[in-house]
């Protein structure tokens, strides 16, 4: 289901930049920024590469459904997602245009469906997505972890994803952009 949802959010998103840009080439690729042992992944020189931050619990929305006995309850997960620019030295300010175009594109669009954003799994009829802030030491931690040094970048968190274990979840492949 995450690979669906974060594949559905790459392929919007690269669609509203290419249009803004007036390009054809895909710019916003579903990516691992390094590879395994640390190097830069292939094929995302200047590009917007979309990958998984990390995945935490709704607490609060656990608490509301305490009160339900059930042997497998539900669980209500925030994806935490990050848009790194990977461009050359010499196209650094194009870093920072597609950058904020990725940040107009989640201020323009910050509820997505099943209608407007094909892809989505049929079991999540909506979603919230907005900016997650890192504060400065937090923000050099996660890029010594990435295993890079820091490019322009910038963080949302896809809101309560339910998890549910009486909803049957088809495992589709996600929909990939042209």
Known sequence: MIHNIISALGARTNQYVKNKLSIDDDIVIVRNLVDIKGNLSQGIEN????????????KLAKNSTLSHSMS?????????????????DVNYVESLRNISLIIDFFQRNPIFTLSDTPGLPLSIPRLHVELYN??????MRLWGAIGTKYVPSCAYRIKQVLFDSDTIIEDTPPVLGN
């Open 47 to 58: 590009k917007i590469v979309l990958f998984l931050l990390s995945i935490e619990e709704e």
């Open 72 to 88: 497998n309850p539900s669980i209500n997960l925030n994806i935490n997602i990050m848009f790194a620019t990977n461009f050359t």
């Open 134 to 139: 890192l504060n400065m030491p937090d923000t």
